[in-house]
């Protein structure tokens, strides 16, 4: 890893007035939900599901804008635009890694920075 965090909660921060409860709550959900857009995500793209795949990253670009990963809400959204046009099927994957590899790394950080609250 580059020492480079990929999270930034100054939008969480914001919205629950540094609440630690809230953030905690807030970021507990996003680390219930990862696993599960994880396997949706795989399981539509290997039955060749393209809708449910882009209404499942649709779903995960909430969930990753809210802890501060714009990049990969934006990138969720461009996967689900292709899904609805079914263009560039081969990209899926590349997508779905991109999630996985960061919203990995990202719940190593929220871990890190909950033992602080």
């Known amino acids: 890893m580059s020492g480079q965090t990929i999270t930034d909660l100054s939008y969480l921060k914001e919205v ?21 857009f994880i396997a949706n995500m795989e399981k539509f793209y290997q039955s060749g599901q393209y809708i449910e795949l ?10 990753v804008i809210i802890v501060g990963m714009n990049d990969l809400g934006v990138k969720m959204k461009e996967l689900q635009i292709l899904t609805e046009k079914n263009e560039k099927v081969e990209s899926y994957p590349d997508y779905i890694e991109d ?19």
């Open 16 to 36: 629950s007035s540094e609440d630690p409860e809230f953030m905690k709550e807030m970021i507990g959900i996003f680390k219930e939900q990862v696993p599960e």
């Open 54 to 63: 882009g209404k499942e990253a649709h779903k995960a670009k909430s969930s």
């Open 99 to 117: 999630f996985k590899t960061k919203c990995l790394q990202a719940i190593t950080e929220l871990d890190e920075f909950m033992k602080g609250l």
